[in-house]
């Protein structure tokens, strides 16, 4: 009677839990509640969703069996052979497709993201089966930028704007690794994005395809052309005028030799704030003197008038190059370079580098400046040795729109430039209005150095006749003039040599495809020559450095021993 009033008060439900958990007994099964089971069914049904390509061929399976069983029954070998046949044309491809791309490994490590104007960058690419499954067929589809040339391949357009693809087969075995290497000749500045990667894996058969996107994306930085000065018809000189010839003893603001009381019309900037804390009044650094010079580019991207209009590439690539240039030749003569343009900035670059923020810092002026709003290049003047690499870096990723007036930049600029600053212009002379005159007159009567390089149009340029000229000699102005489309077209033509450039998807000719075999087989014999002096440098320093090691503990010496250093790709 108590249990049968026990059972009536738990109720029916609870009493049929009650028996499925005492028949269930000590399992696994019983140690889990209702709840928790109804989540393992949906868990199941969730895992046995078949993918659609899978789902239409579930037809076979009944074929296949119903094949055998005939066989069997029938004692006729041809039917049962057919349904064998037919059971592994199901099963076999997919296999393949569900465990195809387990296991795969793509990546893509190149040993530097930057390369010079004309120069030949290799592009590894890496794709490794760590499986027991072979693949027979796989398919990589790269992506490359269309500007560059991959030389020995034409490719083939792709749906991303500026983007072409690169398609191979190849072949894995179990366990096995293949490395590919692709030649990039950069004939286009700018920053580019290598990748991603599509690989596609199919069945022995061919019947079943699966692909996956490999993120490979790595940045490559195309420096703009270099050239002697000589080749823009400038002189170091003309560039920098009689400033050049003096030696002027400047003021160093990190060589601190002293302090003094701090007088009137002294610069707020020269207050050292811990010794007037330590003494109680205004102390003034001394400041010892510095026979450095300091050289400012300053750059115009603008081709036009309007940006409406777009830009000029040739004209605008020119400039690009001459600042390059002058970069280069300074900076190897010991001087603080600096760089400003009113070009935009891309984010693209070796992921070892500072982002542009603090490279080529994107600044934001005061409300009250709508033309320095804009994003820009800025570069502080330094006479680092890593100095040219972060100008060139900066240059790479210069766009050639949306830049501002020139006349107010120069003007916010130039209040924070050393004494005694050298200013180079550089920019398209139609596009220097009276705003940018006025600006580059008052630096010159700071008493900076200011000297203009200036491209310009070529008489047959449609354009030649609507730009406004100004008579930018009656402003006493240092005036150099570079030349136009045709001075780049012979400077290009000069750096890449008889090899013609040509975009990635076009085709080359005979002539083209032999010349581009010569030059990847002189890049890999470079290669081979280059690995083949590090190993020939590392072992002979090998004995070198155990001679020091060994000096180095019966001294008792504690340092690190030294390390050849490391040599670059030719």
């Excluded at 049904?45 to 078949?50: F, K, P, Q």
């Excluded at 009567?445 to 310009?456: I, P, R």
Aim: proline letters at 6%; hydrophobic letters at 40%.
């Amino acid at each position: 009677m108590g249990d049968q009033h026990d059972r009536d008060t738990v109720g029916p439900t609870s009493y049929t839990s009650s028996v499925a958990n005492s028949m269930m007994g000590h399992s696994i099964l019983g140690r889990l509640s209702m709840r928790q089971l109804l989540r393992i069914r949906d868990f199941i049904r969730l895992g046995s969703s078949a993918d659609p390509k899978l789902t239409q061929r579930r037809p076979l399976y009944v074929i296949a069996l119903l094949l055998l069983l005939a066989g069997l029954l029938t004692q006729f070998a041809l039917i049962f052979i057919c349904g064998l046949l037919v059971l592994g044309i199901t099963i076999v491809p997919e296999l393949w497709y569900r465990y195809g791309l387990r296991g795969l490994v793509v990546a893509r490590e190149m040993e530097s993201g930057r390369i010079s104007f004309g120069q030949v960058a290799t592009v590894p690419l890496l794709v490794e089966n760590r499986k027991l499954l072979p693949l027979p067929m796989v398919e990589t589809v790269d992506e490359f930028p269309e500007s560059l040339t991959v030389l020995g391949a034409r490719l083939s357009l792709s749906t991303r704007p500026g983007s072409a693809l690169l398609m191979r087969g190849l072949r894995l075995w179990a366990f096995q690794r293949v490395r590919r290497r692709y030649y990039v000749r950069a004939i286009q500045r700018g920053a580019y994005n290598l990748g991603p990667t599509l690989v596609r894996v199919t069945d022995p058969f061919g019947i079943l395809t699966r692909e996956e996107t490999f993120e490979t994306r790595q940045a490559l930085l195309v420096h703009p052309l270099i050239a002697p000065l000589d080749r823009f018809d400038l002189t170091p000189r003309a560039i920098f005028g009689d400033h050049a010839t003096r030696t002027r003893l400047l003021e160093d603001p990190l060589r601190v030799a002293g302090i003094r009381e701090y007088a009137p019309g002294d610069d707020p900037r020269r207050v050292h704030w811990k010794a007037t804390a330590r003494m109680g009044a205004l102390q003034s650094k001394l400041l010892d003197p510095s026979t450095q010079r300091t050289l400012l580019i300053a750059l115009d991207v603008r081709t036009f008038n309007r940006a409406q209009l777009g830009y000029d590439p040739d004209l605008a690539e020119l400039g690009i190059a001459v600042a390059a240039s002058v970069a280069s030749w300074a900076t190897e003569r010991g001087y603080a370079v600096g760089l400003i343009s009113n070009g935009a900035i891309s984010n693209v670059g070796p992921e070892s580098d500072a982002r542009p923020t603090q490279v080529t810092r994107a600044t934001q002026a005061p409300p009250s400046s709508a033309a320095l709003a804009l994003p820009r290049l800025r570069l502080e003047p330094a006479a680092r040795p890593e100095q040219l690499t972060l100008i060139l870096d900066s240059l790479a990723r210069v766009r050639l729109f949306g830049g501002a007036p020139m006349g107010p930049l120069l003007t916010h600029e130039m209040r924070s430039a050393p004494t005694g600053a050298t200013l180079v212009y550089v920019g398209l002379e139609s596009l220097v209005d009276v705003t940018t005159m006025i600006a580059l007159r008052r630096i010159q009567a700071s008493g900076h150095a200011v000297s203009l390089a200036l491209t310009a149009r070529d008489s047959d340029d449609p354009f030649a006749a609507a730009d406004d000229a100004h008579d930018l000699h009656a402003a006493g102005l240092q005036i150099h003039h570079i030349g136009g489309r045709a001075r780049w077209r012979a400077l290009v033509q000069e750096a890449l040599g008889d090899l013609p450039p040509r975009k990635a998807t076009d085709a080359p000719n005979a002539e083209h495809l032999a010349a581009e075999r010569s030059l990847i087989a002189r890049q890999r014999k470079a290669r081979v020559d280059w690995r083949t002096q590090r190993k020939s440098e590392e072992s002979h320093a090998e004995p070198e450095q155990q001679r020091r090691d060994a000096d180095s503990e019966d001294d008792g010496d504690q340092s690190e021993a030294s390390h050849p250093p490391a040599l670059a790709l030719p």
